[in-house]
């Protein structure tokens, strides 16, 4: 399917000043078989992660479906990638949610450096070499809820949850979305 290059995504992505724009990757389990999808909204650094039970395209697609899906129309206006497997059916965000999709260049993670970042933060509660099977969706949805209430200086010490709710609620009056989505 057809890529479009990290250098043709527009510059207000990279000013954050935008919401809506969202950093995705996968952390790998032991032995490479499962993972942790993860989210990162760039604007708020509201953080999002579902299990998957193997690194394919069929599971990751399926996974920004429903987390997208779930999301207004204006939350959610692009996704930028990694070149993983788990990533190659991203024009079904096109297709089905009018996303825009960007791809870092090969081994650039520091593209989207948010959510690695975040991605690290997410290791000191599921170190390198956990079975990811042994984790349940409800383990990793209270991290990431812990990830999230943490006030951060760039946010001027609002919390990613803080920041996510108050831009949902400029752009509509969106009454779907609550702290445990």
Known sequence: PERTSIDLRPKVINKRSRFGDWEVDSVEGI??????HSFLERRTRYYQAVLLPNIDSEYGVKAQLQLF???PKQARLSATFDNGRENYNHTKLRIHLGMKTFFCDPNCAWQKGANEHFNGV?????PKKTDLSTVTQVELDSIIQEINDRPLKCLSYETPNEAFRRE?????NYQGWSDSN
């Open 31 to 36: 032995l490479h078989k499962s993972g942790i």
């Open 69 to 71: 899906g779930d999301l």
């Open 122 to 126: 997410l290791r000191r509660y599921i």
């Open 168 to 172: 949902l609620q400029s752009i509509t």
